[in-house]
């Protein structure tokens, strides 16, 4: 129930949230697709990684962020299994070897349950439309193969290359 709160709120505000690119400072991001490859490899160099005990405790880094960010983050952790299909086409994966949309907000969930988290997510809005889109359309009761074919064919063209994603 909570989550379907959450994803309602987050649709009804991703197309600002997305239009905004929610970044902290966009001023070296002016194409909200990444797709000059230097750019971003900046950007992702400052991507910050923290630690939590849990996926039910989100970073500090998130503090400052719109709340709108802060939603899109919670609902990521619960969608690793969904997110961990769609592929990324901002750049991270030739950047910053990312295999999945998912790695653009978690890092690495560690055997202890504890969740090594990227700040990469707040300051992207390719990341961040993706894993709305995927999520929103999973709720709808698409399947993964599907949202899948809707994301491919969505950012095949005018995106960075996309992760090495296997479906």
Known sequence: MKLNILLKSVSLISLSLIAVGCAQDTTEFS???HSK??????????DKIEETSSSVILPTFLKN???????????????????EKMPCYC???????????????????????????????????????????SIL???????????????DSS??????KPTPTPL
């Open 31 to 33: 194409t909200p697709n």
């Open 37 to 46: 490859e230097a750019d971003h490899a900046k950007h992702m160099s400052g």
């Open 65 to 83: 962020q719109p709340e709108d960010v802060r939603n899109v983050y919670q609902a990521v952790a619960k969608n690793r299994k969904l997110l």
């Open 91 to 133: 750049g991270c994966g030739e950047t910053v070897n990312h295999k999945n949309n998912y790695d653009c907000f978690i890092e690495e969930n560690t055997t202890d349950g504890s969740v090594k988290w990227t700040s990469h997510g707040t300051t992207c809005s390719t990341c961040l439309e993706i894993a709305v889109k």
């Open 137 to 151: 359309k999973q709720r709808d009761g698409e399947s993964i193969k599907d949202i899948r074919s809707e994301i």
């Open 155 to 160: 950012y095949k063209d005018g995106y960075s």
